[in-house]
């Protein structure tokens, strides 16, 4: 049966050929072609279609389109045609559940997609509910775990039943190197741990996502085996398997052949704690980065995809991940992987001036600046920047708190015994202040409750622009 196809784009000369080109397909119809919004909503309630293809529409963001899209027809597969300089960003597209094709189109690339088994099939149309078109800024629930929609059944399916609590999602990433991210880190996921929901203990999973040089487990005195790497190794493993099963060598799979194979493959959530280590005086589950700086160069930004994307459909309540103080790949999608983001900074003009250029890039990008919580560590009495004058070179709203951590005299034996300050008896300042920024991110269950009203008239930026020029 062949898979029908809507074009979504104003290039006319592109459509044109990419039509010409499929009019013979066995395995593609093009059912419609749009190039205004108002078109589209009207030909995805009218025309069905299988598949969309994305192209570019400048009246609309693409991948805001895209999310309304998804949330009104989760059961369509979406394919996003970008030029040469959009591919920089194909990781990110795959993370939102988009399919990527270069520009200019093969119709061979769109016939190979729509040969693909789909979990979901045109008669889920039959039963599907008509929708509305949501409005130019979509609310985007933060608990609702974005996935591919080609493909085989997600691993939600076949893991075990997702906890009734909305799962947090935490990336905590500093811009510069020995400003105590990785001990800020520590601090709230033990925090995490010891906190109850309805009645039961969090359950928290810390990654470490300093590939080569990440001291997480240094931190809480635990081995590093087994490690992300141990996965990595396992999921290629799998992956072989997978090419295997379908008659083909791996050794003989090109490049661009493998992203396909990549984007139709599934990792089971269940199997999450196989690579974890756990820290027996919290109960904290931790995925320590590979013991050896060398297995770090194995480690590449399809592994982290996928292993992000399972970590999504998992069991864990809470996941915090520490990231290292680049911007490699891995830290970039951790970065957009999260739901809240704590920037770390110490009182000091690098640390700071790296912060400020971080969060111009992140405007520029519109990405959604109340997902972001700026905290200044080792503060002190007497500083030479007050945190009113940090937040003013920040161009942060003068309701936008900064959350400070004193330079506790507590904190340097704290991080050389590996004994987390949240575990020990007794009140620091430090210790204070780690729990007042661990509840902002995940606020106690009576400071939660908020009106109806102010839930519904909440606005949120539109998101990803930079993504999408």
């Known amino acids: 049966m062949k898979k029908r196809l809507l074009i979504v784009d104003e290039d006319s000369a592109s459509n044109s050929m990419l039509m010409n080109h499929l009019t013979n397909s066995k395995w593609v119809e093009i059912c419609g072609q749009a190039t205004r919004i108002d078109q589209v909503w009207q030909m995805l309630q009218s025309l069905r279609p299988d598949m969309v293809l994305l192209g570019e529409i400048k009246e609309s963001e693409r991948g805001v389109l895209c999310q309304q899209f998804r949330f009104a027809f989760p059961h369509l597969s979406f394919i996003a045609a970008c030029s ?13 559940g988009i399919w990527v094709v270069a520009k200019p189109i093969q119709a061979g690339q769109i016939e190979a997609l729509a040969m693909m088994p789909q979990a979901i099939t045109r008669e889920a149309w039959q039963s599907a509910p008509p929708q509305e078109p949501y409005s130019n800024t979509p609310s985007m629930p933060s608990n609702q775990p974005l996935r591919q929609t080609m493909g085989e059944a997600s691993s939600e399916s076949q893991s075990p039943a997702i906890h009734s609590m909305p799962k947090h999602l935490i990336t905590v990433y500093g811009p510069k190197g020995g400003v105590g991210k990785t001990f800020i880190s520590r601090e709230l996921a033990i925090y995490f741990s010891q906190q109850k929901r309805e009645g039961s203990t969090l359950k928290v999973l810390a990654v470490d996502f300093n590939l080569d040089l990440g001291t997480f487990a240094t931190t809480l005195n635990l081995p590093r085996t087994p490690n992300m790497f141990t996965w990595v190794q396992e999921i290629e493993a799998q992956l072989h398997e997978s090419v295997r099963l379908r008659g083909r060598d791996p050794a003989d799979i090109r490049a661009e052949e493998w992203q396909e194979y990549i984007a139709d493959f599934r990792l089971s959530s269940a199997d999450v704690e196989k690579y974890i280590v756990t820290h027996m005086e919290s109960g904290l589950h931790v995925l320590t980065s590979p013991r050896d700086i060398r297995h770090s160069f ?4 399809y592994h982290v995809y996928l292993i992000l994307e399972t970590l999504k459909h998992s069991t864990y309540d809470v996941i915090l991940i520490d990231t290292a103080p680049d911007t490699t790949d891995a830290t970039i999608q951790a970065l957009f992987f999260a739901e809240q983001v704590v920037m770390v900074g110490n009182p000091v003009v690098d640390s700071i001036e790296n912060i400020q250029r971080l969060l111009k ?18 503060l002190q009495r007497k500083e030479m920047f007050t945190l009113d004058e940090i937040r003013a070179y920040f161009q942060l709203h003068p309701s936008k708190k900064i959350f400070p951590i004193p330079d506790d005299a507590e904190v340097k034996k704290s991080i050389n015994t590996g004994s987390p300050m949240m575990l020990q008896p007794g009140k620091t300042a430090a210790k204070g202040a780690i729990e007042t920024l661990g509840k902002a991110l995940i606020p106690e269950e009576e400071e939660k409750a908020e009106s109806p009203l102010k839930n519904k008239t909440r606005e949120r930026p539109a998101l990803f622009r930079w993504l999408w020029g």
């Open 361 to 378: 890039l992140l405007r520029e990008a519109e990405y959604p600046e109340e997902r972001i919580q700026v905290c200044m560590n080792r």
């Open 84 to 96: 040469p300089q959009d591919l920089v960003w194909e990781p990110f597209f795959r993370n939102l």
């Open 298 to 301: 194995e480690i590449r930004n």
